[in-house]
């Protein structure tokens, strides 16, 4: 048994057929949103790194408590931190000084 293969001129894609328009509207639209994700990763990142890039709030080295007091959580606000302590108080100090300004009993 023989095989023959005809010899048939080699047609590729031919030049002159017109884009079809869904098609033509499709590739601009994943070009399109090509674009937007790389420039929405590039805001990410750059955000990353300049939010990473800042210092965090200054804490003292040393805190002082009243006596039989035990922290328990600490919050920085603007001028002032707080330290809650197991005992049920919130004791608030003046960022600068250190001096307790004011203490709250919690219930």
Do not use: C, H
Request: hydrophobic fraction near 45%.
């Amino acid at each position: 048994m023989e095989k023959r293969i005809r010899d048939m001129p080699m047609e590729g894609p031919s030049e002159n057929l017109p884009e079809p328009a869904n098609l033509r509207f499709l590739r601009r639209l994943v070009t399109l949103l090509t674009v937007v994700m790389i420039g929405g990763l590039l805001v990410v990142v750059s955000l990353l790194v300049i939010r990473f890039s800042q210092t965090g709030p200054t804490l003292p080295d040393q805190i002082t408590l009243p006596d039989g007091a035990t922290a328990q959580a600490v919050t920085i606000g603007d001028g002032w931190y707080a330290v809650v302590t197991t005992d049920n108080r919130i004791l608030i100090f003046d960022q600068l000084t250190g001096a307790l300004r004011q203490t709250v009993e919690i219930e």
